[in-house]
């Protein structure tokens, strides 16, 4: 394994940092979309049924997720030939774009269909960029990170993802106590919150264009195979069935606990929209504390021991707390049923980031990471919230929490038979 020492510890947490800011830029406007949907959806969508409205906007979030194996793929080769440096500053560009536009579409009344049209295209682009991000951006900190510490460095990315979310939790917060009335965020002020995300996403941009690029890449840029880096992925069958497989009960998890709670709150559980909110953000809040002490446990004793214990957690007490969550008219015993799941997901979230990292040589890293994450996660995280209002809508809600049960089943299977990545790594070989 080459030295790595050659660079300092400043300059690698300088990098981290600014890698990881630049992540938080991207994820919180990605979730603005969904803290808001309750203010926006009848601005796109006519009608008179909240249910209806939102499982319009649902359907638009599982949309951008469709752009994200193509951004998978098209930022994850971009990163792997000109550097994972260059791809994290391109897919903050496409994400601030995208955001103006949300904020900048007039409403249903005003242009008709072509008022959901633009929304669908800059979700289409927004989803460009997350597909891209988080494979490279998994990539940029775990090549970062020393060996004995990539855990706890690499679970910066969800630390940063989940203050995105919680951010854009926190300016809806604001926006509901301080300064603005339901009315007035139901009629114009659910745009403030894309405008902020865009003139961040400048901010970040600067920051990224500051960083250091990975030696790990710049290692192995000569050597670099000729022809298609998707050809030199198809060599490694194992290592992708085994993204696909570690991700698909995690990303199910994490969207129901997540970007789903919010609406669940309020339409399954009855509870008023800023109450709701409150819940979703405090219990956020801790689980992005979580998140660098979990990473730092699987430095110690591999990560595989803690996907287990998500696994086995997961199938076993989701059926148990989403049907106790459902009947409750209790605040306290909603925010502690959703810590109690965000702990379970925690083994996931925390180093899944690494896991994959860790299963690729460094010439395809980024794409072996992000492609098959993000065909897994398209298919399924983002279609997470659409189905568990689409069962609701049929009149079958518990239907959805069978279902989560069964995605993290599947998971667990993937966990007991791969190798644990801390002690067989192929970035130990960069």
């Not at 269909?113 to 597909?131: D, E, Y």
């Not at 250091?212 to 192995?220: A, K, N, V």
Request: charged share 15%; net charge positive; with cysteine.
């Amino acid at each position: 394994m080459a030295d790595d020492r050659d660079l300092s510890t400043a300059s690698r947490l300088k990098s981290i940092i600014g890698g990881s800011i630049g992540n938080l830029v991207e994820w919180y406007d990605w979730y603005v979309y969904s803290a808001f949907s309750l203010y926006f959806a009848h601005a796109f969508f006519p009608g008179e049924d909240q249910t209806a409205q939102l499982l319009s906007t649902a359907a638009i979030f599982a949309v951008g997720f469709l752009m994200r194996p193509i951004g998978g793929w098209l930022m994850g080769w971009y990163a792997d030939r000109h550097g994972r440096k260059a791809a994290l500053t391109l897919s903050v560009t496409m994400m601030c774009l995208g955001s103006l536009m949300i904020a900048l579409t007039p409403t249903y009344q005003t242009i008709g269909l072509l008022s959901p049209l633009i929304l669908v295209a800059a979700r289409l682009l927004q989803g460009l960029s997350v597909g891209g991000e988080y494979g490279t951006s998994a990539t940029y900190l775990s090549e970062m990170a020393t060996r004995d510490r990539r855990g706890f460095y690499s679970s910066f990315q969800y630390v940063t993802l989940i203050m995105g979310q919680l951010l854009a939790l926190l300016v809806l917060v604001l926006l509901q106590r301080v300064f603005l009335t339901e009315e007035q965020l139901s009629a114009w002020g659910w745009r403030i919150p894309f405008v902020i995300g865009a003139l961040c996403a400048v901010t970040a941009l600067y920051l990224r264009r500051k960083i250091e690029e990975t030696r790990s890449f710049t290692r192995h840029r000569s050597d670099q195979p000729r022809g298609s880096l998707l050809r030199q992925l198809a060599r490694h069958p194992r290592s992708v069935a085994i993204v696909v497989g570690l991700t698909l009960g995690g990303t199910v998890a994490f969207y129901t606990y997540s970007t789903y709670m919010q609406k669940f709150l309020v339409n399954t559980v009855g509870l008023e929209r800023d109450d709701a909110t409150l819940i979703s953000a405090a219990t956020l809040f801790l689980f992005m504390l979580l998140q660098p002490a979990v990473g730092a446990l699987s430095d110690r004793i591999g990560r595989r021991p803690l996907l287990i214990a998500f696994g086995v957690a997961g199938t076993l007490l989701t059926v148990p707390i989403l049907t106790l969550l459902s009947r409750t008219d209790n605040g306290w015993v909603a925010f502690a049923l959703i810590c109690a799941a965000l702990v379970i997901v925690s083994g996931y979230t925390s180093i899944n980031a690494v896991v994959k990292a860790e299963l690729f040589p460094a010439n395809i890293r980024a794409l072996g990471v992000g492609l098959p994450y993000a065909l897994t996660v398209s298919i399924f995280g983002g279609t997470a919230e659409y189905f568990a209002l689409w069962f609701k809508n049929a009149g079958h809600e518990t239907w959805f929490y069978w279902y989560v049960t069964g995605c993290i089943a599947l998971s667990l299977l993937v966990y007991f038979f791969m190798p644990d990545t801390r002690h067989v790594s192929e970035m130990d070989r960069d």
